[in-house]
């Protein structure tokens, strides 16, 4: 389990004792649920990570909205969507193994994460991990609920293909951008789990993205 799920409960459970000391005990069960949401909320389940060479992993858990054609300053990138709902796990995985080329962290807005706008919109998390003969790049990226993203490494650090890096609270959205060499796995309405579904399949030595600013379009 991620800890904060522990700190969540915690509170819970202090409000549930106020609750039914200082009012009527039946009013404890409210909080008490609540607490027991969040310990299920915040839970963090060991995956089995593929050891296909060149595979590019989810970074989340989630529901598959869009696998499209953009452009990345000019050239063609492939970017696939994953949807998480309040009910999947939130814990984050790199897509693939490698080293941390770059983080941007950008204030913005909190639509609706199934809306398009939320790509470049919403406040978002944008990592660039260098490795496997490769460059992807993976959005964390807020929604209506979402109020805090968390990322847990630096620029230079060493990961591993779905290991873990972070999380995103309470509903949000993942992107992955990758080079329209390999090939994807996945389709829209695809549900995924992270570090462990396949979403796509690059060739050795494929060309790199030179930058996470993004303009899209609908792969036909």
């Known amino acids: 389990m991620v800890r904060d799920g522990y700190y969540y409960g915690l509170a819970a459970l202090v409000v549930a004792v106020l609750l039914g000391w200082l ?22 389940p060991e995956r089995v990570i593929p050891p296909i060479p ?80 490769q460059r992807v790049v993976f959005k964390q990226i807020a929604g209506l609920l979402a109020r805090r993203i968390v990322f847990n490494h630096k620029v230079g650090d060493t990961v591993e293909r779905g290991q873990r890096i972070g999380l995103i609270k309470f509903g949000s959205r993942c992107d992955v951008i990758f080079d329209t060499s390999a090939t994807v796995k996945v389709k829209i309405g695809d549900k995924v789990a992270g570090g462990s579904s396949v979403l796509a399949v690059a060739a050795v030595g494929a060309p790199e993205i030179p930058s996470p600013t993004v303009r899209s379009g609908e792969r036909a």
Do not use: C
């Open 23 to 44: 009012t009527l005990p039946v009013l404890a069960i409210i909080p008490l649920l609540l607490g027991a949401f969040f310990l299920w909320f915040f839970r963090d």
């Open 54 to 133: 060149g595979a590019i992993v989810s970074p989340a858990d989630g529901k598959v909205t869009s696998v499209a054609d953009i452009f990345v300053d000019g050239r063609p990138q492939t970017r696939i969507s994953i949807f998480l709902n309040v009910f999947n796990v939130h814990v984050n995985r790199t897509p693939i193994g490698g080293i941390v080329r770059n983080i941007e962290y950008r204030k913005g807005k909190f639509h609706n994460a199934m809306g398009e706008a939320s790509a470049e919109d919403n406040e978002q998390n944008i990592v660039m991990v260098e490795g496997e003969g």
